[in-house]
């Protein structure tokens, strides 16, 4: 056995799992773990902030469905990423990342607490540690890389003290090292039993409905999911990751503001890899009916299935093995296909009103200038390829965007989930660009998010990803009509001017320094070009858009974030 650094073993493990590269920024105390990877030819991507290496390695997990490893000189680097790591716990990212806390032989000194890095980073991560026995570095490693992509995927944190870090010891001494060839899957699968009575509940019924979450994506479950749909003639709808696994222009697929129609007349509904969050109102009334609807929900993981909703059936395993037992078990019973002609022609009448409402409700605003955000995100989704990935990041123009494109694949869309964050999507669009080279990558920025995060245009002109971000510029945080006191009683003017930022700034040549592509629009007839130069430029791009900032985007019309109702005035006391 060959003497070996705590670095080298991590360095090794990295290339015997086929991972290619690492990002973060460098320090002292994680120096040689950086020697380490170089000596294997792991390729070191250096960011700008701490917080865009998360998102990098958090886009690339997610397009790609592997492990990906973040770096950090800790504490001050690693404290910085603990809002990025809470955005990829939320979405259920596979990040690992790497922090060099202190030598572990600070350990006598009474006034350095040596777990606080590990302990801060327990609520955002599946788990958290502070390695102090050199022998336990391989272990601890791959376990952090296997359990992160183990259904449900998350980021975990190692702290990895210098000490241990550049320690020789003889590699034999490692405990509980495994050779990736030697680990097998988990092989689970449903009852035949279950999977027979869930195919019938959904033959028999009248007005089922199927739903794929983000459990389709990771099980890679996507074409026993189509075939599954189509061989049952079921409507059905896609969420988040899963959106497009079922392309949206697929006669069986729904979406949109008709979905909730469909909900309220379905009578089976069969759930597979959806966790109920409050993108799902977490399984409640309206939207999902706790009467006289029968439910099946399948899952690999348990807190998808834990859901406060009535069940028929509950199967926690693969989607994937699942839908194959399913589809096989349906050709057994079936002597045909299920004559669902009136519940689809139903789907069809709602789906093609909606989708000329849509497009009328654009039309109408095309020359309306500023320009108007329904007009910018319909020419937007025009543009695009069916092959691109979309990112949603602006919160007020994301309110614009999720129903004028049509997702055609599964991992078309990315977000950040219910975390809701803004300046994520400069790191993920490098790391989508890594993962689907020459494919088209539109992150879509707002003047908040760009104040966070968008300095990393520069490391994707450095590390030449072709990227393009539209830049949402409102000049403010939300939206002028929101901010003002007429809409919500709580923000006085003060408050409200506070709100905004220096008019129209030019971000465009802001990037242009940084040696990126930029486009300044003004013009309702200026949005497709400037996104032709972008995409054709071959270098990272920002269109800077100005917007009327006074239009409010739909789902905060419909009610999820109302302005709300100014308390009742107390009567003024009278005089004596």
Not at 177 to 183: C, P, R, V
Not at 210 to 219: E, L, R
Not at 440 to 450: A, E, H, N
Request: net charge neutral; proline share 7%; hydrophobic share 40%.
């Amino acid at each position: 056995m060959a003497a070996v650094t705590g670095a080298q073993i991590v360095a090794r493990i990295m290339k015997e799992e086929g991972i290619e590269w690492l990002a973060g920024i460098h320090g002292g105390n994680v120096f040689e773990l950086l020697k380490a990877t170089d000596e294997q030819n792991i390729k070191m991507i250096h960011t700008r902030t701490e917080p865009s290496a998360i998102f990098l390695c958090d886009g690339w997990s997610k397009a790609s469905r592997r492990p990906a490893v973040a770096f950090a000189f800790g504490p001050p680097g690693t404290l910085n990423m603990v809002g990025a790591m809470a955005h990829s716990y939320m979405t259920r990212s596979p990040v690992v990342l790497i922090g060099g806390g202190r030598s572990a032989s600070q350990d006598t000194w009474t006034h350095h607490r040596l777990d606080w890095e590990a302990e801060a980073f327990k609520p955002v991560t599946k788990w958290s540690k502070h390695i102090l026995d050199w022998s336990t570095v391989a272990y601890h490693f791959q376990r952090a890389l296997r359990d992160s992509v183990t259904y449900p995927q998350g980021p975990i944190f190692l702290e990895l003290p210098g000490d241990i870090q550049t320690e020789v010891r003889d590699e034999g001494e490692q405990a509980g090292y495994l050779a990736s060839t030697q680990s097998a899957v988990i092989d689970r699968e449903a009852s035949p039993a279950a999977i027979e009575k869930a195919v019938r509940l959904l033959l028999e019924a009248k007005h089922p409905i199927v739903i794929g979450g983000n459990g389709v994506w990771w099980a890679q479950a996507t074409e026993e999911f189509k075939e599954f749909v189509e061989l049952l003639q079921i409507p059905v709808g896609t969420r988040e990751m899963a959106r497009g696994a079922v392309a949206e222009d697929h006669p069986l697929a729904f979406r949109g503001r008709y979905a909730g129609p469909l909900m309220a007349n379905a009578d089976v509904v069969a759930m597979f890899g959806l966790l109920m969050t409050g993108l799902e109102a977490n399984g409640q009334p309206p939207l999902y009916k706790h009467k006289e609807v029968k439910y099946i929900m399948v899952s690999e993981g348990t807190e998808d299935l834990d859901a406060r909703m009535p069940t028929e059936i509950r199967i926690l395993a693969s989607p994937k093995r699942v839908l194959r037992q399913m589809i096989d078990c349906a050709k057994d019973i079936m002597k045909g296909p299920p004559d669902r002609s009136e519940w689809l022609g139903t789907l069809t009448r709602y789906k093609t009103n909606y989708q000329k409402q849509q497009r009328a409700e654009a039309e109408k605003v095309c020359d309306a200038k500023p320009i108007n955000p329904h007009w910018l995100a319909q020419v937007a989704a025009d543009f695009l390829d069916d092959d691109a990935t979309i990112i949603i990041d602006s919160f007020m123009f994301g309110g614009f965007m999720p129903n004028r494109y049509t997702a055609k694949f599964a991992g078309h869309v990315l977000d950040a989930g219910m975390i809701i964050g803004v300046g994520h999507s400069v790191g993920m669009g490098l790391g989508v660009q890594l993962a689907r080279p020459g494919k088209q990558v539109l992150g879509l920025l707002g003047d908040g998010g760009f104040g966070i995060t968008g300095a990393d245009l520069e490391t994707a002109a450095r590390y030449k990803l072709p990227a393009v971000w539209l830049l949402y510029n409102n000049s403010g945080w939300m939206n002028t009509t929101m901010q003002s006191p007429d809409y919500n009683y709580r923000l006085s003017l003060h408050i409200k001017d506070s709100f905004g930022m220096l008019k129209d700034i030019r971000y465009d040549k802001i990037v242009e320094e940084m040696g990126c592509h930029g486009e300044f629009v003004t013009e309702p007839t200026e949005i497709r070009p400037a996104l032709e130069r972008a995409f054709n430029s071959g270098k990272p791009s920002l269109i800077n858009v100005i917007p009327d900032d006074r239009v409010v985007p739909p789902f905060l019309i419909q009610g999820r974030l109302r302005a709300p109702t100014p308390p009742p005035q107390r009567p003024k006391p009278v005089s004596a």
